[in-house]
């Protein structure tokens, strides 16, 4: 079988400073999960398809980064072996971000959550070390033993504990084949090198801000009169008599989402601005852009396509807005499946046609079906990365606005095609670091993200 056409029921993601240190243990994990896995969904599938390593496979020409992306966006499930070196490889962060990027659009386009990043403790990695989102999925459970949880597989395999270094492979094999069986959607071709992976951590920042930034939200919501008058479930409780008293989330909190985000921002060290989406908002984008502001949208994906804000918020999406982002919470009652929920982010995608595309894209400025539990750290994030844009803000827009970045309006995102990601290296005079820059929380600046070479001359993977 072709490799172009292969879909490999896992991706093996490791550091290359692990396989150099002790080759015989990374290869005898290897072999033996693939071993495994061919026991479990039985003979007949050649090895090529049961698992992808790039030392393998790899053949002489071959453009490994876009093999590396190619095989990310078919195989049907990543083994990330985590160890102190994974989370400091530049290009392990690359491919974890990539495949966790891959398994979030199938959730948000299905509503079905597949584990297809199943993680492995090849050694023990502090917990302060590691970025919430790598947190937030499981990578030990009872049956894989206490020794496993402790030490991770690499001591197992040291101190010849065969019978729990066994039982881990057989548990890890299950859990691929399981995964592998509900069939995570592809990922169209996508330039790995501009991928900014949640690893390596950025460094702490060299001084702090000099002085504090706005940051403009404007709210599109429903109000209590008009839900009451629609009546059903959504009546009562969710909005107020302004759209900034709007509570999204279940049972409805207070302070509202409005105020919330408040709260996050001024947190932050920033200074906050509230009003209405309305007609000319991006007029008004425009000038608080020219005003070395950020603006963030919190859209109610209830009414964003009815009467009162479909005009605003197609304008602004029609328009080039780099440094704004929105947000598009789901609530907590909001439907998961079935017609009603087709049929409410239709009318989403149907006002942010040219931005949807950007739903999954790493850089972070357009986010929809946001949780209760995210909701912070993605507006944290937000607003970080349209801070840093500003900062970076060396586009010629010319007298009417014009599009700089040559793609009808729509920034061009070469990057990670979740649909799309975020831009390589800027072309022309480097960014100018400025004294405010931030760190975003869970994110590398990319100012790295330069493609290396892979071999001799490229050390961390």
Same mark, same amino acid.
């Given at each position: 079988?072709?490799?172009?056409?292969?879909?490999?029921?896992?991706?093996?993601?490791?550091?290359?400073?692990?396989?150099?240190?002790?080759?015989?243990?990374?290869?005898?994990?290897?072999?033996?999960?693939?071993?495994?896995?061919?026991?479990?969904?039985?003979?007949?599938?050649?090895?090529?398809?049961?698992?992808?390593?790039?030392?393998?496979?790899?053949?002489?020409?071959?453009?490994?980064?876009?093999?590396?992306?190619?095989?990310?966006?078919?195989?049907?499930?990543?083994?990330?072996?985590?160890?102190?070196?994974?989370?400091?490889?530049?290009?392990? $962060?690359?491919? =974890?971000?990539?495949?966790?990027?891959?398994?979030?659009?199938?959730?948000?386009?299905?509503?079905?959550?597949?584990?297809?990043?199943?993680?492995?403790?090849?050694?023990?990695?502090?917990?302060?070390?590691?970025?919430?989102? %790598?947190?937030?999925?499981? =990578?030990?459970?009872?049956?894989?033993?206490? *020794?496993?949880?402790?030490?991770?597989?690499?001591?197992?395999?040291?101190?010849?504990?065969?019978?729990?270094?066994? &039982?881990?492979?057989? %548990?890890?094999?299950?859990?691929?084949?399981?995964?592998?069986?509900?069939?995570?959607?592809?990922?169209?071709?996508?330039? +790995?090198?501009?991928?900014?992976?949640?690893?390596?951590?950025?460094?702490?920042?060299?001084?702090?801000?000099?002085?504090?930034?706005?940051?403009? +939200?404007?709210?599109?919501? $429903?109000?209590?009169?008009? *839900?009451?008058?629609?009546?059903?479930?959504?009546?009562?409780?969710?909005? $107020?008599?302004?759209?900034?008293?709007?509570?999204?989330?279940?049972?409805?909190?207070?302070?509202?989402?409005?105020?919330? *985000?408040?709260?996050?921002?001024?947190?932050?060290?920033?200074?906050?601005?509230?009003?209405?989406?309305?007609?000319?908002?991006?007029?008004?984008?425009?000038?608080?852009?020219?005003?070395?502001?950020?603006?963030? +949208?919190?859209?109610?994906?209830?009414?964003?396509?009815?009467?009162?804000?479909?005009?605003?918020?197609?304008?602004?999406?029609?328009?080039?807005?780099?440094?704004?982002?929105?947000?598009?919470?789901?609530?907590?009652?909001?439907? %998961?499946?079935?017609?009603?929920?087709?049929?409410?982010? *239709?009318?989403?995608?149907?006002?942010?046609?040219?931005?949807?595309?950007?739903?999954?894209?790493?850089?972070?400025?357009?986010?929809?079906?946001?949780?209760?539990?995210?909701?912070?750290?993605?507006?944290?994030?937000?607003?970080?990365?349209? &801070?840093?844009?500003?900062?970076?803000?060396?586009?010629?827009? $010319?007298?009417?606005?014009?599009?700089?970045?040559?793609?009808?309006?729509?920034?061009?995102?070469?990057?990670?095609?979740?649909?799309?990601?975020?831009?390589?290296?800027? &072309?022309?005079?480097?960014?100018?670091?400025?004294?405010?820059?931030?760190?975003?929380?869970?994110?590398?600046?990319?100012?790295?993200?330069?493609?290396?070479?892979?071999?001799?001359?490229?050390?961390?993977?």
């Amino acid at each position: 079988m072709e490799q172009d056409q292969q879909r490999p029921y896992f991706f093996f993601s490791y550091a290359r400073r692990d396989f150099e240190a002790e080759d015989a243990f990374v290869n005898q994990f290897y072999n033996d999960l693939r071993d495994e896995l061919g026991r479990l969904v039985g003979t007949g599938v050649p090895a090529e398809e049961l698992a992808y390593r790039d030392t393998e496979q790899l053949r002489l020409g071959d453009e490994w980064a876009e093999k590396l992306a190619t095989m990310l966006g078919r195989s049907r499930t990543m083994i990330a072996l985590y160890s102190p070196a994974y989370f400091t490889s530049l290009y392990c $962060g690359k491919e =974890w971000t990539a495949f966790r990027g891959r398994c979030r659009r199938h959730h948000e386009d299905t509503g079905e959550l597949i584990p297809a990043l199943v993680p492995v403790l090849w050694e023990p990695v502090a917990p302060g070390e590691l970025a919430d989102e %790598v947190t937030k999925i499981q =990578w030990a459970q009872p049956d894989m033993g206490e *020794a496993y949880a402790r030490h991770g597989l690499r001591a197992l395999l040291r101190t010849a504990q065969s019978e729990a270094y066994e &039982q881990v492979v057989r %548990v890890v094999a299950e859990r691929v084949r399981d995964a592998a069986a509900r069939r995570l959607g592809e990922l169209p071709e996508f330039d +790995l090198g501009a991928v900014r992976g949640y690893f390596p951590p950025p460094p702490a920042p060299e001084t702090a801000l000099s002085s504090p930034g706005m940051v403009r +939200l404007f709210i599109a919501a $429903g109000r209590a009169s008009e *839900a009451a008058a629609e009546g059903g479930s959504y009546a009562g409780g969710w909005y $107020g008599a302004r759209p900034w008293h709007w509570a999204p989330y279940h049972p409805p909190t207070h302070p509202p989402l409005a105020a919330r *985000a408040q709260q996050v921002i001024t947190a932050a060290g920033h200074i906050t601005t509230l009003e209405e989406v309305e007609t000319g908002l991006g007029g008004k984008l425009d000038q608080a852009r020219e005003d070395s502001q950020v603006s963030i +949208l919190l859209v109610d994906p209830w009414v964003a396509g009815g009467e009162r804000y479909r005009a605003a918020l197609r304008e602004y999406d029609d328009q080039n807005h780099p440094v704004t982002g929105v947000m598009v919470p789901t609530g907590s009652t909001d439907p %998961v499946d079935g017609p009603e929920r087709d049929a409410l982010w *239709a009318g989403v995608r149907d006002v942010f046609r040219r931005n949807w595309l950007r739903r999954s894209d790493l850089e972070h400025l357009f986010r929809v079906k946001v949780s209760r539990e995210s909701f912070e750290n993605d507006l944290t994030i937000m607003v970080t990365v349209a &801070q840093n844009k500003l900062m970076d803000d060396n586009l010629d827009w $010319g007298d009417d606005g014009g599009d700089a970045f040559g793609f009808g309006g729509v920034p061009a995102m070469p990057g990670l095609a979740i649909p799309a990601g975020p831009p390589g290296p800027r &072309q022309g005079p480097p960014a100018r670091p400025g004294p405010g820059r931030r760190d975003l929380p869970h994110q590398s600046r990319g100012k790295d993200d330069a493609v290396p070479l892979r071999g001799d001359e490229q050390d961390d993977h």
